[in-house]
Each structure stands twice: as C-alpha cells, then as structure tokens.
C-alpha cells in the first residue's frame, strides 16, 4: 500500500484509476476493505482512494500524542487530501460520521460533492448498541482487546453488541480478521482508536456541526438504508432536508454496512451519481 505523512503519522491507503477523485471513508474497527465488495463495480474513469483511517485497523500507528479528537480526525482527513493535492473531490461517508463536520470547522473546500451512507449524525454519537459497547470497552482495561478476539468468533460478533445490527448478511471470517489483526498485533493501534473514543464531545455540539451542512454548496447523494436500528432511518432524511443540493435514496434489506449487505445496489447508486457530475462538469 503506498503511505503519506501528515501531521498526525503516517497514512496507508489504497489508490486505483485515474480521473476526478472520489474518497472512501471507512468506519470504526474496520479498514478500507469495507469496500471490496463495490469497488470493482465503480465506473472507470474516476481516481478512487481510500485511507485507513486510525479506528483500530490501520496498519502503523499514529505519532504518540497526535490529536485524535473528532477535530483532530477532520483535520486528519483535511491533511490527507491536501498531501496528496486533491480536488474537486467526492467525500464519500460511512459509519464514522465524523467526517460530515469538515463543513463546520471550515475544512471542505477541496470537497466538491458527498456520497453519504448511513453514519453517525446529528447526537448520534455513538450509535446505538454497538457504539456504546466501544465506549464502554474504552474505559474498561483489557475490555478492547476481549471484544476484538470475540468478532473473531463468528455466533458472537453477530450480537447486537458487536456487528449483528451493523450487517444485515454474516461477515465473512477473512474480512473480520483482516479488520481485527492490527489492534491484536500492536496495542498502539488501539491506543489511537481509544484517544477519539475518549475524547469528548457535547450532543448540542454534534447536533450543530451536523446542521452546519446546510452550508455545504456542493451536490450530495444520501444514500441510506431503510432498515436497522443503529442509524435511524430518519437522520438519512433529515440531511436530505438540511444540505441544500442533496438526494435521497433508500437502500432495502441492509443494515449500516449497506455496502456489503446489498453491494449491487450501492454499487448503482454511485455509480449513477458519479457519472451524473461528470457529465454535468463537462
């Protein structure tokens, strides 16, 4: 995987084509291969990367000390798309939801348009069951490394409490130890998911910094699914209503990780809003 520095460590990602930029985000406890089974269904011409974000899968840890706040991560992401001198680009939003607050800290001006899957948002934070197992485990000592080797046992990580209400369909054994490894091999990659599980965060200020989106003069496709109880159905519409260039579409018989439940239809989605911007900038 190619790497590069910014402030905070150094960044693994994957890179593939070439064309406008399009960015795929990753959620907590995962890395970019939440996205394999799409990505190959993705319209050439489009430069895709995708960054293993510090969630507790990424491959080397990050400088010790770095700011992992929800601001750290945005500026993060700011830095990285900078580094690699990005614009025009297609932020695309899934489980972390953290990302969406690049519009309220001033940080969006290479971000052209948004592809948002079901995420955090508004005082969703963090998400139901699952996110609150994450926190609890955070301020519990070993707590981390128990759950990780549970999600490795596939009857149990298909509790509510682990990945049974973020996928609809079983996750496969090799794509869960992919995501587990780095935080069993290297306690420090945990160290850098536990800093932002920690760090603090008011509701008011969630629910602002989500609201900020209103500013946001950039197309959006919310694409969110119409079942599961981690992302309520509603927050999809609701950030439909709030940023002014937005569409919704509904995704049926998925969870959060809608990628992977109905990779196909996901899939479509994209691929019909990416071709549209580029038909529409020509």
């Known amino acids: 995987m190619p790497t590069i520095e910014v402030s905070a460590g150094r960044i693994h990602y994957v890179e593939r084509g070439e064309g406008p930029a399009v960015v795929l985000l990753h959620g907590l406890l995962m890395n970019h291969t939440q996205w394999d089974k799409v990505i190959d269904k993705l319209p050439e011409g489009f430069r895709y990367l995708l960054p293993d974000l510090p969630f507790g899968s990424h491959p080397e840890p990050m400088r010790e000390g770095a700011d992992l706040s929800m601001r750290g991560l945005n500026q993060l ?5 900078a580094a690699l001198d990005l614009h025009d680009i297609t932020l695309v939003h899934t489980d972390w939801g953290g990302g969406l607050f690049l519009t309220a800290y001033g940080l969006d001006d290479r971000i052209a348009r948004m592809i948002v899957l079901p995420c955090e948002a508004f005082a969703n934070f963090p998400p139901g069951l699952p996110g609150k197992t994450v926190t609890v485990a955070a301020y519990v000592p070993g707590a981390l490394t128990l759950g990780l080797k549970q999600l ?24 869960v130890h992919g995501w587990t490894e780095p935080g069993l091999r ?34 959006a496709l919310i694409l969110w699914s119409s079942a599961g109880k981690v992302m309520p159905r509603e927050h999809g519409r609701r950030l439909a209503d709030i940023i002014p260039k937005a569409r919704l579409v509904e995704i049926d018989d998925a969870y959060v990780l809608s990628m992977l439940d109905q990779p196909d239809a996901v899939a479509a989605a994209m691929s019909a809003f990416l071709t549209e911007a580029v038909v529409e900038s020509d």
């Open 77 to 81: 992401i700011a830095d990285f798309l």
């Open 186 to 219: 290297d306690k420090r990659i945990q160290r850098d998911m536990l800093a932002y599980a920690k760090s603090k965060r008011s509701k008011a200020e969630l629910i602002a910094n989500t609201e900020a989106l209103r500013n946001f003069s950039g197309d």
């Open 152 to 175: 490795r046992v596939s009857w149990l990580r298909k509790s509510p409490l682990l990945f049974g209400w973020m996928a609809r369909y079983p996750l496969s054994d090799e794509l």
